[in-house]
Each structure stands twice: as structure tokens, then as C-alpha cells.
């Protein structure tokens, strides 16, 4: 998958990311735990292993064109039957202006690095003259973490496309049905953590990306339409096809960015559901694959099942 193609939720330039990153296929000759074919849903319930009632996991798109959004029934039920919707990260952080003031401050690199440091003249002026084109001047961004970059790089994901209602969140979507019903909101991880993450990946090839990003724009917007169509049809298995190993950059930072977040969510999600039936939203690249969310709670003795149903 090409590096535009990695959706990072972005909220006044502050970022809840989930990478759909590919997974490591199941180690042969061992039981397989992760979610088959025949079981494609993107609402699973969740019970056993001493729960009083089912909590519930959904896969979500981060964000999605306003024409192609749905939640089923069958979601909105299972959001109506919890008693806490939790997310990535708690999203009630992101709507708050001093937890925005102080994450926006993470997204700068450090000891006044810049993109043109980073980056050869032509590429340089290759991203340049990209962002005059979606109309953010590059020159108020020079100090912005590339993988940050790599997210206003995206046409579809500017603040215009958010701001005009063009671009949906699910999260968001969730979040307001959750706080209607008076729900308690909580997240798998802070977002600090998350803007850690990005600490982790050298800024040279963090711009790198950047670049690639741009130059397989086209290609990547194919691609990202099969994903959306895959998804409507809540077509889990096939959406893990998709992704898998066709990762080239970032592949190295997968145990980073996928793999460790997935194992340290299980206990988290374990406590929560203890104490209360939870409905759990998280990126739909989290849930396939034998290192996936569904795969690890079923290794913890959970029982994992398919909700199937038809988009409306």
C-alpha cells in the first residue's frame, strides 16, 4: 500500500492515528485464532471468560466521504447496550482546547529541524509546489513532523474537506451517538503516546515517506477507493488481503506502530469490560490477522463472534 494511503485521524491538526499496516500471516502448523473469511463482519461481540455481559468491537474507517458512511442497526443496538464507548484514544481530549494546544506543540520537530533539511531541492519543491496546489502554503508547516505532512498532503483529509462535511469521522459520529445516550467515553491509549510514536521514526524517513506520499498520489486514491468499497461491504478478510505486505517504507516500524499497540489494548480492554459492557471503536487494520485485536482476545479465552448484517 502506498505511503498517501496511511489514514490518520486529523482534529485541528492533532492526531488519533491507526495505520492499516500489514500483518504477519499465522505461523504454520500452529491453531489459528485471527477472524476467516467466512466470519467478515466489522461488529463483533465479545463474552466469556467471566464477563456478565458482551462487550462489543467495531472497525471503523478513520475517515470516510460523507456519501459513503453508515452505521448499521446492529451497531447503533450493540452502542445502545454498552455502558462505555472507548476509542484509540479518549476523543473527548481531542475537542479539548488546552489538550489541543498542548499536543499541537508535539507535532514540531525538535532543535528547529525543518523540511528543507531533510529533503533534496526536488523534492523539496515536489512537496512545495503540492501543497500550494491544495492551498497550504508549505511555509507555515516547515517545522511539522513529516508524518504529520504526509496527512495535509492528502486532498481529501484538509481541514476544507473536514470543515464542509465532505469528509466524515466515524469516531466523531460515535462519539455524539455515545454522548446522547450518556455514555462514558474512555481510550485504549493517550495521545500522547501516539504523538510519541512518531518520535520513534527518524525525521529523514519520515520525509521520505512524505515524498512518496505525493508521487503516488493517483495510484494511491484507486486504492484507497477499493478499501472504502471493501469496507461497505464490511468485507473484513478482504480488506486484510488488501493490506497485506503491500507496506514498503513503514514496514520496519510495524511491531512500532501495529503490532505492540494491538497486545497492550488486550488488558486494557480486559479491566474494561470486567467492570462494564464496553463498545470498543477502533481502526478496522487492528482487527485481522493472527496479531490482530480479534486473534489476541480469543488467545485470552474470549469468545469472539461475527455479528453479521447488511449496510443499510
Do not use: C
Request: glycine share 6%; no cysteine; aromatic share 10%.
Amino acid at each position: 500500500m502506498k505511503m498517501n494511503k496511511i489514514r490518520i485521524s486529523l482534529f485541528l491538526f492533532l492526531t488519533a492515528t491507526t495505520f492499516l499496516f500489514a500483518q504477519n500471516a499465522a505461523v504454520v502448523n500452529k491453531q489459528s485464532f485471527a477472524p476467516t473469511a467466512e466470519e467478515n463482519a466489522l461488529l463483533w461481540e465479545i463474552s466469556g471468560n467471566n464477563l456478565n455481559a458482551p462487550s462489543y468491537l467495531f472497525g471503523t474507517i478513520h475517515m470516510i466521504g460523507k456519501e459513503d458512511f453508515f452505521l448499521t442497526k446492529g451497531t447503533k443496538e450493540a452502542i445502545e447496550k454498552t455502558q462505555e464507548v472507548t476509542f484509540e484514544i479518549n476523543m473527548e481530549d481531542m475537542t479539548d482546547l488546552t489538550s489541543q494546544f498542548s499536543l499541537l506543540m508535539e507535532a514540531f520537530m525538535a532543535d528547529g529541524m525543518t523540511l528543507k533539511d531533510l529533503l533534496d531541492t526536488a523534492d523539496y519543491h515536489l512537496v512545495q509546489a503540492h501543497f500550494n496546489k491544495i492551498g497550504l502554503p508549505l511555509f507555515l508547516f516547515e517545522r511539522m513532523k513529516p508524518m504529520f505532512l504526509t496527512v495535509l498532503a492528502d486532498l481529501d483529509m484538509s481541514p476544507e474537506a473536514m470543515s464542509s462535511g465532505e469528509i466524515v469521522s466515524y469516531e466523531m459520529k460515535i462519539m455524539n451517538i455515545a454522548k446522547s445516550e450518556n455514555k462514558e467515553i474512555g481510550g485504549l491509549e493517550t495521545a500522547e503516546y501516539q504523538m510519541s510514536m512518531f518520535d520513534s521514526i527518524p525525521y529523514k524517513a519520515q520525509a521520505e515517506m512524505l515524498v512518496e506520499s505525493i508521487k503516488s498520489s493517483a495510484n494511491g486514491d484507486e486504492e484507497f477507493e477499493k478499501m472504502v468499497e471493501l469496507y461497505k461491504k464490511q468485507d473484513l478478510h478482504g480488506l486484510y488481503e488488501m493490506i497485506e505486505g503491500e507496506d514498503e517504507g513503514i514496514s520496519q516500524y510495524e511491531e512500532l506502530l501495529l503490532v505492540n499497540r494491538n497486545k497492550n489494548w488486550i488488558p486494557v480492554m480486559a479491566r474494561m469490560m470486567k467492570k462494564q459492557p464496553t463498545f470498543f471503536a477502533v481502526g478496522a487494520g487492528h482487527l485481522g490477522g493472527e496479531k490482530g485485536v480479534i486473534a489476541l482476545l480469543r488467545k485470552e479465552g474470549y469468545s469472539v463472534k461475527p455479528v453479521k448484517e447488511i449496510a443499510p
